[in-house]
């Protein structure tokens, strides 16, 4: 079978096998817990507890502020300590609650549904649910998903994608929910397409996870609305327009959205999220999340209760093996650098990567050679080299006329880079100049 | 915040592969065609690489030292530079002239400019041109102890007949470097196998110059005058290692192929009716001058915007 890709691309040392092999562990948090409102895209959270409070696991602890915007539980049982401002991944200072978790786990009741009444539900109480439980794009974005899910023309949609690609290095926390729980990821993939009457189902699986594909195949056998495909590895084969194409051979700029080109995308964790949430009422609070690199002891993937400090998974997983000179939040292409391990796991916390060597630091950036790599490994077909010299130059008209709005910042650029400029970087800060101009004149 | 974590901007991870490590396989896939330059012209031509290198490498560290800036000898493009420009030399060249030109190729046409991927002409290259009108009588003067007589081309051109093989072996007079097409294939060969050069230049160069000379060359398609204006002059070594010169094509897979017609044309032109049996140098260096054009109209599109297909 032909497999699916798209133009550009990189191939980078992958480093799954230090946790491909490890299965799921839950771990349940001992220290404090810190719920930043903001984990989404969108307005943030206001909380509607107050200081002193005592809340179960399970319990809403910060409403959604607006249609685009989510809701947060508490994934413990304990008391309120306090509500402030609390560092976050992005090195943001963010309005969190902080709950005092007194290890006990005591849940509320959930509304757990039967096969009778789950085929009775209308698609406004699936999609209720979803938003209920503060579902939102856990791949990364947090986009939150009743939003994704609720198109203009829903009769419009033709495919609802499952992003299994896990094309980020490292990575390993889907493949896992796909080899222990495929059956949640396909039921998650069925309530989706419960909301879309001509949609059919799309699970899209990278060629380095043979078992997985095997898997769903076998499984999805005879769901006529559920077909897996085969990616080519290649990262960035789940960044969603690449996705979109390398699956529909539809293609959207960065102005439009998947359902302009009747897809809907939503990634493993973010479906079994979605199952979770229509089939046992139960809101969002646990993730998968891998803690490894070249200096974590015992590379893991955890089950984690959202909140909880990175802190504490380090510790879980045996510590430093050496000293790492840099860690980050999610992959090393698209990841946050951290400062510091004190910041809270949020619903979009793919990974912890902890690497004994600093890459970037090591390396000083000299002068282009034009050698237009940066150029083929493109995945938006842009010229990141002249967008990175606008950018230097702050020539923000000139970068926008050479599509610098269309990159989609995936890193691939500053990755093959000989000279090691910091492309990316540049591109990044000129998009975010520009979106702040665009906002600017707007008002 | 008592240890903090070094923190930097996505993406966390670089390749391997670097500026210098790129010259570097540069400079080893030009050794088989200087090696064979050695062997064929004598100690005479070692010397000339060896001081022309020296040249290049001493004046882009002095100019470097007296503006004050950072030194960027190691990432060995003077090296590529200098070697390159000592291929293009005639083997019984003074020795004073290939190190001129070095400084030439150093000072004036890279580091006055910016330095490496500032300057809009191939430095070696520009710098031969420069030698070529300066010193026309030594640059274009092939005898040599090995070899007596003109080059094949300028023999071909004349009406006499030359031995092809030879020429493909490389036993011919010329330049130090660019008389064996086969050690200038096999180094190619090793730049292709990585990935750091194309087809898309030489190919479309080669083909197109093949196309030029069977219409307007006189001779029809004619194996025998083909394959010996292939194997003859500066094409191999231009094609291959010239106009691949990152700094100086264009960065467009398209703009690379339609600055390979250009060159091919300007090569015919110039060897078919120029005073002179050779074009290759001129034909690059104009070719050269219209990359920013070339760049500009084959802009790729992008993803999402009809570019994704590509």
Not at chain 1, 215 to 238: D, H, S
Request: hydrophobic share 40%.
């Amino acid at each position: 079978m032909a497999k699916h890709s798209f133009t550009g691309g990189i191939h980078p040392y992958d480093g799954k096998e230090l946790s491909k092999d490890k299965p799921i562990k839950d771990i349940y948090p001992k220290g404090k817990m810190v719920y930043p409102v903001s984990q989404h895209i969108g307005a943030p959270a206001s909380p509607i507890v107050a200081k002193g409070d005592h809340v179960l696991r399970g319990q809403r602890i910060a409403e959604a502020a607006g249609f685009v915007s989510s809701h947060i539980y508490s994934t413990v049982s304990g008391t309120v300590e306090a509500i402030e401002p609390r560092r976050t991944v992005t090195g943001d200072m963010v309005l969190s609650i902080i709950i005092d978790n007194d290890g006990e786990y005591r849940e509320v009741d959930y509304d757990v549904c039967d096969e009778i009444d789950i085929d009775n539900m209308s698609k406004e109480d699936i999609l209720k649910r979803i938003q209920d439980a503060g579902i939102v794009g856990m791949g990364g974005a947090g986009f939150p998903t009743h939003v994704k899910l609720s198109p203009k023309e829903p009769d419009r949609i033709d495919y609802c994608i499952a992003n299994c690609a896990e094309c980020e290095p490292y990575l390993t926390s889907d493949y896992r929910r796909m080899i222990e729980q495929p059956q949640m990821l396909i039921e998650g993939l069925k309530c989706v397409l419960r909301l879309f009457d001509n949609a059919k189902g799309i699970l899209a699986v990278e060629d380095n996870k043979p078992d997985c594909i095997a898997k769903l195949k076998a499984l999805t056998k005879n769901e006529p609305r559920i077909l897996v495909k085969t990616l080519k590895t290649k990262y960035p084969q789940g960044a969603e327009r690449q996705l979109i194409f390398a699956t529909t051979r539809r293609a959207i700029n960065s102005s439009m959205l998947p359902a302009d080109a009747g897809c809907v995308v939503n990634n493993v964790d973010t479906l079994c999220a979605i199952y979770n949430a229509v089939w046992n009422g139960k809101p969002l609070m646990e993730r998968i999340v891998t803690v490894t690199g070249d200096a974590i002891k015992e590379p893991q993937n955890y089950r984690v209760c959202i909140g909880m400090s990175y802190s504490e998974l380090i510790e879980a997983a045996g510590g430093y093996k050496t000293e790492p000179e840099k860690i980050v939040s999610g992959g090393p292409m698209m990841g946050f650098a951290l400062f510091n391990t004190d910041v809270p796991t949020t619903k979009t916390a793919s990974a912890l990567l902890a690497l004994s060597k600093d890459e970037v630091a090591r390396y000083t950036p000299t002068a282009c050679i034009n050698c237009g790599m940066c150029l083929e490994v493109c995945p938006g077909r842009v010229m990141p080299k002249a967008l990175a010299e606008c950018a230097e130059h702050g020539d923000y008209e000139r970068f926008e006329k050479l599509n610098g709005m269309e990159c989609c910042e995936c890193g691939c650029c500053s990755y093959v880079c000989p000279a090691k400029r910091q492309l990316t970087q540049s591109i990044k800060s000129a998009r975010k100049i520009v979106l702040a101009n665009k906002k600017k004149a707007g008002k | 915040m008592s240890d903090m974590m070094n923190v930097s901007s996505n993406p966390h991870i670089r390749s391997k592969v670097s500026t210098d490590k790129i010259m570097l396989c540069v400079v080893l896939a030009l050794l088989p065609a200087a090696g064979f330059g050695v062997w064929n012209f004598g100690l005479n031509a070692l010397w000339q690489i060896l001081l022309t290198i020296a040249a290049c490498v001493i004046s882009e560290a002095l100019y470097e030292l007296f503006m004050k800036k950072k030194l960027t000898i190691f990432d060995f493009s003077a090296v590529v530079t200098g070697l390159l420009l000592a291929l293009n030399m005639p083997p019984a060249a003074p020795l004073w002239l290939g190190p001129m030109g070095g400084v030439f190729a150093i000072i004036v046409v890279k580091m006055l400019f910016g330095g490496l991927g500032q300057n809009f002409m191939n430095p070696a290259l520009a710098a031969r041109c420069f030698l070529l009108i300066s010193f026309p009588g030594i640059m274009t003067n092939f005898e040599c102890d090995a070899y007596t007589g003109a080059t094949p081309l300028a023999t071909l051109k004349a009406g006499g007949s030359v031995n092809v093989l030879n020429m493909i072996i490389g036993r011919t007079s010329g330049t130090i470097g660019e008389t064996s097409m086969i050690a200038i294939v096999a180094g190619a060969c090793i730049l292709l196998l990585l990935g750091i050069i194309d087809l898309k230049i030489p190919g479309s160069y080669i083909i197109t110059f093949v196309i030029f000379y069977g219409l307007f060359g006189g001779h029809g398609f004619n194996s025998y005058y083909i394959s010996a204006e292939l194997a003859g002059g500066g094409l191999m070594l231009g094609a291959f290692f010239m106009a691949t010169d990152y700094v100086t094509r264009p960065v467009t897979k398209l703009g690379q192929i339609v600055f390979g017609v250009i060159l091919g044309i300007l090569t015919g032109i110039f060897r078919i009716f120029g005073a002179s049996s050779e074009g290759v140098s001129y034909a690059i260096i104009i070719g050269n001058m219209l990359v920013p054009l070339i760049t500009r109209f084959t802009a790729p599109k992008p993803f999402g915007r009809g570019g994704e297909r590509i």
